[in-house]
């Protein structure tokens, strides 16, 4: 029978926690999509990987790779197997991400008002104002409603025992939705009828709720106001994510050279004139949002856009200034934060973390260097980290130079062995390490997250790096009901 | 009290007409114990509204917006301002003490920002020299002294030398700027040893009988906190005390948080920038002082959204292709 | 609709008009060359299409290297390639604004010109193959803009931009025929000129049903600039033009649409009310010239008012 063929081949890795095998045994919640997949041949399910690439080529579901002036289209890999979440962990997911993203965005009114955490010493003042996106610029600007953080792709990753934790709180401008959204339906075109039988909750909410969101941050108390993404252009790697969005969410997709400020109102330019903008969902870094106060030889932003923000004539989502609160060093803070503001124990647990500023704490990461993972306090997209495990002693030399330049913009933290999920590959299933980006939508009326996210899934063997710079792909995410 | 009127104009002038600018001014003297600002009127071509804001270190910022296509932008800001002398910090307390209660300023707000240091190249000698020149029984207010006299003596001063995009390596290296890199300089120094510094912009006034550096436009300087005293104003292009004869327009960590005038708009890069600033006395006659003559200072520049981005060179091409067509 | 939006339709909408253009000319132009006692050159497509400069020196009247240039020239920014590479940069940049068909459909024009076998199939097989392989890819794209194109706005300004790429392409081919005359009188009674003119300009069938007495210059200037029925006629852009144009009447903007409706009125009565007989005592290059420069002065317009670029 080729029926256990799939399934008998699966050899899970030791030490790791597997979401599907667990106590020699294939967990429940999987075992109705690997009984639909025993009914399959690898011929089938090679030919439903070849469907799925062609569904996303077909669909422009591509970025762009720009080499020697020529661009080429690629397709963010995708693994056809599900990665599925219970009803029980996702509830737990849920409120643990609900709780920690209230203590931010509190902290976030905090230390551009009062800065009362950082009097009582919870949060060492070094540490904020030696954060590159720390903008005075922010000091005592009222947002609406107290909101900062409107969307947020805050990344999970699971232990050797299960345990959920936090790896990164993503809160500028979290990319990745889109996939969440594409991958559903290129999985319901794959597998019919599958996902009603095993009770799988929609995702397709998502842009109801951020369209939702954005209209009632407008400032002009209008019936129709105008609400807008700005994306970088083309060129931008996400630029597919940007247009979907847009579409979805039937709002105009701009650019910073479509719009205009003018006493201290923004406009778009349009062929009948002027329109004024009330809502800008950005995905525009900061430091390139405004040249007149930024950086001035942005080209992407929107010179005098912090005057109309700041006068309260724009929304701007996410708010300015998020990046201190997940910057790489702040996060350690973040379980504090969480007892500071809101008086609770962190329900979701933080990956340890080394500050390489503390000359003890730095002495130590260099002395077990082959067990941590150093990181920039600013970087994202795995760039510009070392894994001590699979680094030769001069790469970790260069490295260390490199901290001792500036210890402040390097953390490190002790290596976690990423759960492992199956994966369809040569013919067979195979494990490979994942991670999990849930999406959060924040505004006035509270915190709502679609159940699901993105799964990245680290494809090469033995890997632990999901992002897709490094060769990382995706998975669809299920959340039973 | 001396009383000062003051008529700074600064105009930037484009070859071909430019649109869609967005400018920011820091312009309004600082009102405080020392300095009353009797009277002030900014005009700008095109009659934009000025909407006025406080920004973090408490200056007062003003923004404005001018869309139509123009070929100059002049801004011409007027003042009649008073300031007063301010007592000079004493030396009765033990130095040991007053570095003592320096350090504990470290991690307080506002002094954080202004004892932070950037690194750059010839950080470790100007170190090396600053722990060579301090002498160990200085107060802080001796050693601020020293390291004014050590820049004004070690730096030599060349109009136009420097730019605002001069980094701090190249002032090192060439050991000569103006006035903002002699400011720029003094604040490293002094940060250094630990005594909170901050750069100010603004401008001098000087008796007629005197004539000294900074004058005709804006001038910078810096100041040093100094225990139980408060923020002590230096000169280290004049080695002078900054008092009742420097006119304080804004304070933060550097030029770019001071910036007089900044601007962006969309047209082609080239432009001319005019300042000038004229300053008359409290027996003039009650007229305002004619503007000296401009002189032609590259003192900072906007910077226009049209470099060679993608879309530029996409215009271009249409442009050329256009051309092409228009030569047969 | 945006600015941005409108002048990337447009310009998408031009590209694809000039591709088409300049495929036409160098199909019909190597078959004249394949079918010509006299000397055969390349230049007059050569002047409309590319310029001259060094680069186009060199190609000398090589055909196949005269083709390849025209079509894969990454030096040639007029090239097909890319010509097209930036037609498609204007859709995906507008990708919410035009129907998926379209976008797919340019997409495959956009990697049908990339693929390295057009240039290799230029340099030894059939260069009519390849060059017919690519107009059929304008006229699938011409096909989807009809079928899939919402009648809106957006369509409008498309369309705006093709008649008046097509407009200034009739003209300056008209322009660089005529002007040779002038060097070369004998070219007046030389049948398979003006065959070879109509036949770039896909008016030849067209030529023969109206005009029995056989190819008469006077004939051919008339064709190509009054003749309402022909599709690359002067005056058929212009009213296309006008006719598009018209749609984007809108209260909010009142006084720019009445400054472009009185350029295109201007233009169109300048030509309706021409003829042969005062073309020529006008001086036929003078009026192209004017024709000519009035196209431009639309577009400059609609550059300053619709696309926000004053």
Same mark, same amino acid.
């Given at each position: ?245 847009? $579409? ?61 923000? $700041? ?96 210890? $402040? ?27 999990? $980006? ?44 | ?328 | ?310």
């Amino acid at each position: 029978m080729q029926e256990s063929s799939y399934f008998s081949q699966y050899s899970p890795i030791k030490g790791v926690w597997d979401e599907m095998y667990g106590e020699n045994d294939i967990r429940d919640h999987y075992s109705k999509v690997i009984d639909y997949l025993s009914r399959e041949s690898a011929e089938d399910l090679s030919r439903k990987e070849e469907l799925a690439k062609r569904l996303f080529m077909s669909q422009g579901i591509t970025f762009t790779v720009y080499s020697s002036g020529e661009g080429i289209e690629k397709i963010f890999p995708f693994d056809i197997i599900p990665r599925i979440i219970t009803a029980d962990e996702w509830a737990f997911v849920e409120k643990g991400i609900k709780q920690r993203l209230n203590a931010l965005n509190l902290f976030l009114k905090d230390v551009y008002n009062n800065q009362f955490i950082v009097k009582d010493g919870i949060v060492p003042i070094d540490i904020i104002y030696s954060c590159p996106h720390f903008l005075r610029e922010m000091y005592q600007l009222q947002v609406p409603y107290d909101i900062y953080v409107h969307i947020a792709g805050i990344d999970l990753i699971r232990d050797h025992d299960g345990t959920f934790y936090v790896l990164e709180d993503n809160l500028r401008t979290p990319s990745g939705v889109s996939y969440m959204l594409e991958n559903r339906e290129i999985t319901k075109r794959l597998f019919p009828d599958l996902m009603p039988q095993c009770s799988v909750r929609s995702v397709t909410e998502y842009p109801t709720i951020l369209y939702k969101n954005l209209l009632s941050l407008s400032p002009r108390q209008i019936s129709n106001p105008t609400i807008v993404l700005l994306s970088p252009g083309i060129y931008n790697s996400a630029y597919f994510e940007h247009t979907t969005l847009a $579409r979805l969410m039937g709002v105009e997709l701009v650019e910073g050279r479509d719009l205009v400020v003018k006493n201290q109102k923004v406009y778009m330019k349009t062929t009948i004139g002027l329109q004024q903008v009330d809502v800008i969902y950005r995905r525009v870094d900061d430091e390139y949002l405004d040249p007149l106060v930024f950086n001035p030889a942005s080209i992407l932003g929107v010179a005098g856009i912090m005057g109309a923000y $700041r006068t309260g004539n724009v929304a701007i989502v996410n708010a300015i200034g998020n990046g201190v609160a997940d910057d790489k060093a702040v996060y350690a803070y973040v379980p504090e934060m969480i007892k500071y503001y809101l008086n609770e124990e962190p329900i979701l647990k933080n990956v340890p973390t080394y500050q390489l500023s503390n000359q003890d704490e730095r002495e130590h990461v260099f002395e077990n260097i082959n067990k941590m993972v150093v990181k920039k306090t600013n970087g994202s997209g795995g760039y510009g980290m070392l894994m001590g495990h699979a680094s030769s002693d001069e790469e970790i030399e260069d490295y260390k130079k490199e901290i001792l330049k500036d210890p $402040r913009n390097f953390i490190a933290q002790p290596t976690i062995s990423l759960s492992a999920a199956p994966c369809y590959m040569q013919g067979g299933l195979h494990p490979r390490r994942i991670d999990l $980006r849930p999406y959060a939508l924040c505004g006035p009326d509270g915190i709502e997250i679609v159940p699901g996210g993105l799964t990245r899934v680290a494809l090469k063997e033995g890997s632990l790096v999901v992002n897709s710079s490094q060769g990382g792909g995706s998975k669809d995410t299920w959340v039973l009901a | 009290m001396p009383e000062f009127k003051i008529q700074h104009l600064t105009k930037y002038t484009y070859p071909a007409p430019v649109r869609d600018s967005a400018n920011q001014i820091i312009l309004y003297p600082i009102q405080d114990e020392w300095q009353e600002v009797i009277k002030q009127e900014i005009h700008i071509s095109g009659d934009p509204v000025i909407d006025t804001f406080i920004d973090y270190y408490g200056n007062k910022v003003g923004s404005f917006t001018y869309s139509e296509p123009h070929s100059a932008l002049l801004i011409n800001s007027k003042i009649l301002v008073q300031t007063k002398h301010k007592q000079l910090p004493g030396n009765d307390i033990f130095p040991a003490q007053q570095w003592e209660d320096l350090k504990q300023l470290r991690y307080m707000v506002p002094y954080i920002d202004f004892l932070r240091l950037e690194h750059f190249e010839g950080f470790n000698d100007l170190k090396a020299l600053v722990e060579a020149e301090k002498s160990k029984d200085d107060t802080p207010y001796q050693a601020v002294l020293r390291f004014s006299r050590y820049v004004y003596d070690n730096f030599q001063y060349i109009k136009g030398v420097t730019s605002v995009e001069t980094t701090m390596d190249e002032i090192w290296k060439l050991k000569a700027g103006v006035c903002q890199d002699f400011a720029h300089i003094l604040t490293l120094m002094l940060r250094l040893v630990g005594i909170p510094a901050r750069y100010v912009s603004g401008y001098i006034c000087t008796h007629r009988s005197t004539t000294m550096r900074g004058e005709g436009a804006t001038h910078a300087w810096a100041e040093a906190y100094i225990p139980d005293y408060g923020w002590l104003g230096i000169d280290p292009t004049n080695n002078c005390i900054a008092n009742e004869m420097h006119v304080r327009l804004a304070v933060g960590r550097n030029f770019l948080d001071c910036s007089p005038v900044k601007g962006v708009y969309k047209g082609a890069s080239e432009h001319r920038l005019d300042v000038s600033v004229a300053v008359g006395y409290e027996d003039d006659a009650p007229s305002m002082h004619q503007p000296g003559e401009f002189i032609d200072m590259p003192e900072h520049k906007p910077v226009t959204t049209f470099p060679k981005n993608s879309y530029q060179r996409y215009m271009e091409m249409l442009l050329q292709q256009q051309q092409q067509q228009q030569q047969q | 609709m945006l600015s941005r939006v409108a002048a990337s339709l447009y310009w998408l909408s031009r590209y694809v008009e000039r591709s088409d253009g300049i495929l036409r000319m160098l199909k019909i132009n190597y078959a004249s060359s394949q079918d010509t006692v006299q000397e055969f050159t390349w230049e007059p497509v050569i002047r409309i299409f590319a310029g001259h400069d060094e680069e186009t020196q060199k190609l000398g009247n090589d055909s196949r290297a005269v083709m390849r240039y025209m079509v894969c020239g990454k030096n040639n920014p007029n090239s097909i390639l890319n010509i097209i590479t930036l037609a498609r940069e204007n859709a995906r940049g507008v990708q919410e604004h035009i129907t998926k068909d379209l976008w797919q459909c340019l997409n495959e024009y956009y990697h049908t010109v990339k693929d390295n076998r057009i240039d290799n199939a230029l340099k030894k097989d059939d260069p009519v193959s390849v060059l017919d392989v690519l107009i059929k890819q304008v006229m699938l794209y011409y096909g989807t803009v009809e079928i899939t194109m919402e009648r809106g706005e957006g369509r409008s300004y498309m369309n705006i931009g093709k008649y008046l790429e097509r407009g200034i392409q009739s003209v300056d081919i008209l322009d660089t025929k005529f002007g040779s005359i002038d060097d070369n009188p004998d070219l007046l009674t030389d049948t398979t000129y003006w065959k070879h003119l109509l036949l770039s300009l896909g008016g030849y069938e067209l030529y023969l049903k109206t005009y029995r007495e056989g190819f008469e210059a006077e004939n051919v200037l008339e064709q190509v600039v009054l003749n309402n029925d022909f599709p690359r006629s002067v005056i058929y852009s212009v009213n296309h033009i006008q006719r598009y144009f018209e749609r984007l009447k809108n209260d909010s903007n009142i006084d720019d649409y009445r400054e472009l409706s009185f350029y295109i009125g201007r233009l169109q009565s300048h030509i309706k009310y021409s003829s042969v007989k005062t073309i020529k005592e006008e001086g036929l290059h003078l009026f192209l010239t004017q024709i000519r420069s009035q196209l431009y002065g639309i577009g400059d317009a609609l550059n300053n008012h619709y696309f926000a670029n004053s």
